[in-house]
Each structure stands twice: as structure tokens, then as C-alpha cells.
């Protein structure tokens, strides 16, 4: 499977705190893209990060990648009660037509 | 700013019954794609397409399955005779080009899809 798996499952922090969620992939990939969901709701997409790049920020939002460890980690730094919600890595893997893989997510609460 | 938008939010439908799901894509975006989420469970891709054809399907998007652009802007999800194990999120997606290493792939607000 190529799927994205990430980890931990939930995750829960204290306003202020910063919130380090990890990704793992088992193929090569094009590309990584991270999204939020609230619940109930659509998907959000956060930041894309292609396997040629290593480190993306936007706003809060620093995302790495290492492709030799087929990883990635998306990291939120001073969050807010709003930053809670479902996170999900999707993968668009090497000779796919771009079509996403989606890993099952993590769960993050932020406490106020 | 442009967003993917879709409609309805809420179908509920009987076994047995067509039903269209529409989307509006980004409307500078060339890729358009159907995803659903069944309850509790991962996002799932269904079909892509570009050009006026099917460029991927996946092993869910059986017979019972058909997409179309009739118009410019709209992108549809038809399933023939919906079964119970079709309720599930669907949501549509469209990306500006696709290329070696891909783009962002924006998602609309979701149809829920609640077969009786």
C-alpha cells in the first residue's frame, strides 16, 4: 500500500503549545499535501510539499519532508482552540495520475 | 477567493434510485476529481478526469458510476441505482495542472449522501 499513515492518532495540547503531527509513506511520491477537516466538513488544504523540497513554512504551518525516511511532519506552532480538528497527509505517488492517497488522520484538540 | 463548491449538501435517496451530484469547479482548474469518505473511515479517490474523459478510476468506481462535464463549469457525479454501502461524504476536488510533481488539489464543502 502507498498509503499515508499518520501519527499519533489524537493529540491533545494546550493553547499556546505547538502540535507536531507525523506522516509516513511506504512508495515514492510526487508530492505530500496536508489538509484540515472540522467535523462534519470539508477538507482544507494546508500546504503541498513536492519530494524535491525538504521544509515549507505558511503562517504557523512548517511542514518537512524526508524522502529517504518516506516522512513528513506538519508542525503548528502557538495554536489556538480554532486549530481543532481532523489532519489528514495525502500522498500523490510516483506515476499516479495525481490522484491522492489519504492517510486515516490524526485528532487534534486544543485546549483553551 | 475561488473556491470548489457543490450541491446538494444533504441527498438522501432510496435503494435503488439515481442520484447527480454536482460540482463547480475552480474555474481555471483543467483536473476534476471525485473522492468520498464513508463515515469513521479514510477519504477514498473515485475518479479523475480531464479533458472531457476519465483519466484514473479505482476499483470502486464500478459500472454504476459515471461522471460528465455538461457545461463549462459544472462536473458531475451520477450513480445509477444507489445501495445502502453508497452513503458516505463525496466530496469533488479540482487541481489548476497536473505535472511530474503535481499541485494542489482543492476540495469542495461535500455532498452527503444518505442511502435508505
Known amino acids: 500500500s502507498q498509503q499515508g499513515e499518520e501519527d499519533p492518532q489524537a493529540l491533545s495540547i494546550q493553547e499556546g503549545e505547538n502540535a507536531t503531527m507525523n506522516c509516513s509513506y511506504k512508495?515514492?511520491?510526487?508530492?505530500l499535501q496536508w489538509y484540515r477537516q472540522n467535523s462534519g466538513r470539508g477538507l482544507v488544504h494546508l500546504i503541498l510539499?513536492?519530494?524535491?523540497?525538504r521544509e515549507k513554512h505558511s503562517g504557523r504551518l512548517r511542514v518537512t519532508l524526508d524522502t529517504s525516511k518516506k516522512s513528513s511532519s506538519l508542525l503548528i506552532t502557538a495554536s489556538r482552540a480554532a486549530d481543532t480538528a481532523s489532519y489528514f497527509c495525502?500522498?500523490?505517488?510516483?506515476?499516479?495520475?495525481?490522484?491522492?492517497?489519504f492517510g486515516k488522520g490524526i485528532t487534534l484538540s486544543v485546549r483553551p | 477567493e475561488p473556491e470548489v463548491t457543490q450541491t446538494p449538501s444533504h441527498q438522501v435517496t432510496q435503494m435503488g434510485q439515481e442520484v447527480i451530484l454536482r460540482c463547480v469547479p475552480i474555474?481555471?482548474?483543467?483536473?476534476f476529481y471525485w473522492y468520498r469518505q464513508i463515515l469513521g473511515q479514510k477519504v477514498e479517490f473515485l475518479v479523475s478526469?480531464?479533458?472531457?474523459?476519465?483519466?484514473?478510476k479505482s476499483e470502486i468506481f464500478d459500472d454504476q458510476f459515471s461522471v460528465e462535464r455538461p457545461d463549462g463549469s459544472n462536473f458531475t457525479l451520477k450513480i445509477r441505482s444507489t445501495k445502502l454501502e453508497d452513503s458516505a461524504m463525496y466530496f469533488c476536488?479540482?487541481?489548476?495542472?497536473?505535472?511530474?510533481?503535481?499541485?494542489?488539489?482543492?476540495f469542495g464543502p461535500g455532498t452527503r449522501l444518505t442511502v435508505t
Open positions: 476536488a479540482s487541481s489548476e495542472l497536473q505535472g511530474n510533481m503535481g499541485y494542489e488539489q482543492y
Open positions: 512508495t515514492s511520491i510526487n508530492n
Open positions: 510539499i513536492r519530494s524535491n523540497e
Open positions: 495525502a500522498t500523490a505517488y510516483t506515476g499516479a495520475n495525481s490522484k491522492l492517497t
Open positions: 474555474s481555471n482548474h483543467l483536473y
Open positions: 478526469f480531464y479533458n472531457n474523459e476519465i483519466s484514473e
